[in-house]
């Protein structure tokens, strides 16, 4: 496995369901991200992990839990969605949060659809 | 004002055509800048940094101006594989990461 890699790719689930998407990193980084992809729309910050410790909630409702067990992996805990939450989940990584060039690696992307 | 503003496209141009994109951000204490590149349905993916002096990679050239806050790709003899979407990313701070809301290019035979 190399890279950023975000598991299920697809994920369709009702309003009352509990579901978790994973992503697990090889590349070494400390920092670890979640952003929130909707169509025509910029890439949305979710959430944002330093070496495990969360550094970064940007005004996110609480049926989205992160949890970073380590600084390989990172998940994101869904419960009770709404319609408007289907979009593309995409985990990212970097070196850390402080180098200049600071560059992300993306994974793959999780699509979820929200019934 | 968006923090971070690109002009959705889509640009529709043919193989062989240079085409430039532009992109203004708003945050003057931004410190980094990159082009990322999203195929349809994929994730984004580093085009190139965006230094001070301008670089260059190949058919891609990469122009900072810092006084009028904005940033530039062109690219030169476009290919048919350089259709996607192209992302400004803005660094200020920390983590503060802005992206685009992405440029749309579509290279025709």
């Known amino acids: 496995e190399t890279g950023v890699t975000q598991t299920p790719r697809h994920l369709v689930m009702g309003m009352t369901n509990k579901k978790s998407l994973k992503c697990e990193q090889h590349l070494g980084h400390n920092a670890m991200y979640w952003y929130k992809q909707s169509a025509k729309k910029p890439l949305e910050l979710m959430f944002v992990y330093n070496f495990k410790e969360q550094t970064e909630n940007n005004s996110v409702p609480s049926r989205f839990s992160p949890e970073c067990p380590n600084s390989s992996h990172l998940f994101l805990h869904l419960h009770t969605l709404q319609p408007e939450d289907s979009a593309l989940y995409l985990c990212?990584?970097?070196?850390?949060?402080?180098?200049?060039?600071?560059?992300?690696?993306f994974g793959a992307g999780s699509r979820l659809t929200v019934l | 004002r968006k923090e971070v503003e690109q002009d959705p496209g889509p640009f529709n141009v043919p193989e062989g055509a240079t085409v430039a994109f532009n992109c203004t951000y708003s945050n003057s204490a931004s410190q980094s800048f990159f082009w990322y590149r999203q195929d349809c349905r994929k994730e984004p993916k580093l085009l190139m940094s965006v230094y001070s002096s301008g670089n260059e990679d190949g058919r891609f050239t990469a122009q900072l101006n810092r006084a009028s806050q904005y940033i530039s790709l062109l690219i030169r003899d476009s290919k048919l594989s350089d259709s996607a979407t192209y992302l400004c990313v803005v660094r200020g701070g920390g983590f503060k990461t802005i992206f685009g809301a992405g440029t749309r290019l579509f290279v025709k035979a």
């Open positions: 990212a990584s970097s070196q850390d949060l402080v180098s200049g060039a600071n560059v992300l690696t």
